[in-house]
């Protein structure tokens, strides 16, 4: 067994799982783990943001474009506990990073050294952690290296994929041992587990018989890498397809079967589907409060009117919200596969669906007719439809979107139509703000060749700002759109919606006469040495992020997009005690329940 440093075995691992780049920032607790990454820097490349929040950010959303991981490293204590909130970003949402951070030496356990989190327990870091991630393990020894890190980047991509937590002691860098590397873990979706044969065949049944079949898609099929598979099903049967912001894209959004997003913020066609349907087979989906109106009955569903039919790679999320019908445990794009084979000696059922087809069609009628004008105004500040549209008309069918939170968020999950699969990356679960702002540069580095635009609310940009630096440093050409409303608009139009207009602390003003206030995006980008643009006029929007998207260099366009322009509620959703609002465009609609089926 050769000897080696537990910080070079730890290099050796993440080459040998063609783990192309750490994400990291130093402290003294891991300059060993620097040293050795510095030996192999033909192999594996250390990217060095100016916050460890970043460098996690980056991580997850490097994932969610590749579906292959990458390794944050970060310093004992302060470092560390920098990336909880991004850990809990990538792990609400199923996204892979393996998580190195460093703790104090053992030698030194217990004495409170510096930097130790040790109220109740030595290097106490694993506490602190563990709700965060899949998995954190602390070895404490060179000799538990091989079979932690092994178990960790198996862990990271087995079942539903999520961030893991390696924890590593100053001396187990540094100390030697008689160590063998691992073999390389399984790649995402090398693992595949299908469904029982008789599910399928009910579930075919169910599909086939149903007058108004739905299916609803999310990051699950995206994982399991469906597309092509959930199309063909889809199209097979007629059945419309409605999604969740990470399963945009797994069917082209400009198929008419794609409906789009479902839920307050939702499209109309998608919440009218939703709730008149009377099969749903949700696949990698688990109606969360956003995409189910908060669970208020026949707002986007209506269970268990309709009859569900749930699979996902999770247990727990199998009826944690709606108890199905059929419940299946399986890989999505396995899953679909089965249904596809059951299909090939299934009766074909022409016009079977017509009517439904008739009736989504005159909802998307209405839709287009009620949002279409305001597509088409020019105005300053500028509309925020024009906005997406000018996104939608300059990027090419393989740009990626990395949203931020906020309002600007939901006109995206309204109206955006994402043409892949991995082209628009969403922090959905958790909404950290600065995911979509700091996890671009992650996606550039993900697809290089691809252009990269960040949709960041002038809130969000704000909370990591330094990422300018780190695209100058690292030469990382990313567009940042920033929708500069001159508030936190999101929260803001909360708080005037329950409190009759009051607002505290909820948009951004200038000494004691409230004059709206930002610092100047533009000049702040050109300081870092970022190419910085500010566009006033609506007209003006399309060109500059056209030479933004062409200049391949990293660019700023701080866009004034006015805040009191709302997108349209189709959907409800509820903060219990207090009351929701109706939909502003369409209504609940709430069939007779008994009897139920
Ligand atoms: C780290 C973090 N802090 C606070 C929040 C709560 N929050 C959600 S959206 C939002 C405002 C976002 O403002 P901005 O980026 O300007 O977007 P806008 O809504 O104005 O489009 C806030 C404060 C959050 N989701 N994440
Ligand atoms: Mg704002």
Not at 290 to 315: M, T
Request: proline share 8%; net charge neutral.
């Amino acid at each position: 067994m050769p000897r080696m440093k537990g910080a070079d075995l730890i290099t050796e691992h993440l080459v040998r799982n063609k783990i192309p780049y750490v994400f990291g920032i130093c402290g003294h607790g891991n300059v060993g783990m620097l040293d050795s990454l510095y030996g192999a820097q033909d192999k594996i490349k250390l990217v060095s943001p100016r916050h460890e929040q970043v460098a996690a950010h980056m991580a997850d959303a490097y994932f969610r474009v590749r579906h292959e991981p990458v390794a944050t490293l970060t310093s004992c204590g302060p470092g560390s506990a920098n990336i909880i909130m991004p850990l809990q970003v990538a792990l609400s949402d199923s996204s892979a990073l393996l998580a190195i951070t460093a703790n104090v030496p053992t030698q030194q356990f217990n004495r409170s050294p510096f930097q130790e989190i040790n109220r109740h327990y030595q290097a106490d870091f694993v506490n602190i952690v563990r709700p965060v991630v899949k998995r954190a393990f602390q070895p404490t020894r060179v000799e538990m290296l091989p079979l932690a890190l092994r178990q960790a980047t198996t862990t990271m991509l087995s079942g539903r994929p999520g961030p893991v937590n390696v924890d590593v002691p100053f001396n187990v860098f540094q100390e030697e041992g008689d160590v063998e590397v691992p073999a390389a873990s399984p790649k995402l979706g090398m693992r595949r587990s299908g469904a029982a044969p008789d599910d399928v065949a009910a579930a075919l049944d169910m599909a086939l018989k149903a007058q108004r079949p739905a299916l609803f898609v999310g990051h699950g099929v995206t994982l399991s890498e469906a597309s092509a598979e959930l199309t063909a099903f889809a199209r097979k049967l007629g059945i419309p397809v409605i999604s969740s912001p990470n399963g945009f894209g797994t069917i082209d959004m400009t198929d008419p079967l794609s409906l789009g997003f479902i839920g307050r913020n939702g499209a109309y066609p998608s919440n009218q589907a939703g709730r008149h349907a009377d099969l749903v087979i949700a696949i990698g989906a688990r109606f969360d409060d956003r995409s189910a109106s908060s669970w208020l009955p026949g707002y986007s569903w209506n269970f268990p009117h309709a009859k569900l039919i749930h699979v996902d790679v999770d247990p727990d999320e199998l009826g944690r919200n709606y108890p199905p019908d059929i419940a299946i445990l399986a890989d999505a794009r396995t899953f679909l596969r089965q249904l596809l084979a059951g299909l090939e000696s299934a009766k074909p059922r022409e016009g079977a669906l017509k009517q439904w087809h008739a009736e989504i069609k005159g909802w998307r009628d209405e839709w287009e007719a009620f949002t279409k004008p305001n597509f088409d105004i020019h105005a300053s500040p500028i509309r925020p439809e024009r906005v997406v549209a000018d996104c939608q008309a300059v990027l090419p069918d393989d740009a990626i979107l990395s949203c931020d939170v906020g309002v600007n968020h939901n006109w995206y999950m309204q109206f955006w139509k994402a043409r892949r699969p991995q082209t628009m990356l969403n922090s959905w679960g958790f909404s950290g703000m600065g995911f979509g702002t700091a996890g671009a540069l992650g996606a550039k580095l993900a697809a290089p060749d691809r252009p990269v635009v960040a949709i960041a609310g002038d809130g969000c940009f704000t909370m990591v700002p330094h990422v300018l630096c780190t695209a100058v440093e690292y030469d990382i050409p990313v567009v940042w759109v920033i929708w500069n409303n001159f508030a936190w608009a999101s929260i803001r139009d909360i708080q005037y919606g329950m409190f009759g207009g009051r607002e505290l602390g909820t948009a951004f003003y200038q000494g004691a006469n409230q004059k709206p206030y930002n610092p100047d995006f533009a000049a702040w980008a050109r300081a870092s040495g970022v190419e910085g643009i500010t566009v006033t006029k609506s007209q003006d929007f399309k060109g500059a992020l056209e030479h933004a998207v062409k200049l391949n260099k990293p660019v700023l366009l701080d866009v004034h997009v006015d805040a009191n322009v709302r997108p349209p509620a189709t959907g409800a959703w509820q903060l219990p005690p207090t009351p929701y609002n109706e939909p502003a465009f369409g209504k609940a609609w709430v069939p007779e329940m008994a009897p139920a089926k």
